[in-house]
């Protein structure tokens, strides 16, 4: 049952921030500085997800590994190079792989 009530309230949660998004004043809506802070923060976000689980050890703890690394590395380079996302996921896989079968 418990479950079932955190499932509830999880949905109506959603549902009310997106309401709130929705009925919020256009003024809000048009301010300079929430415009700034809504394209930075998805891009802090999705850097710190990308260094978490980039790092991930066993349990909570942060470790270095070096085959993904060079996977995060060529992603990088990819990215750089302007490759189509497809091209930059199937490099960080391919440099993991390979060095994985390599034994680091």
Do not use: H, S
């Not at 995060?72 to 990819?78: E, N, P, Q, T």
């Not at 302007?82 to 490099?91: D, E, G, I, K, S």
């Amino acid at each position: 049952m418990t479950l079932w009530i955190a499932l509830i309230a999880t949905a109506a949660g959603c549902y009310l921030l997106k309401y709130a998004g929705m009925a919020a004043p256009r003024r809000l809506l048009d301010n300079p500085w929430l415009r700034r802070f809504a394209v930075a923060v998805p891009v802090a976000l999705l850097a710190a997800l990308i260094t978490v689980e980039a790092l991930r050890g066993e349990g909570q703890a942060l470790a270095w590994d070096t085959a993904r690394m060079a996977g995060v590395g060529a992603a990088v380079l990819a990215l750089m190079l302007r490759a189509p996302f497809l091209v930059v996921v199937v490099a960080a896989a391919a440099t993991t792989a390979a060095l994985r079968a390599l034994g680091l």
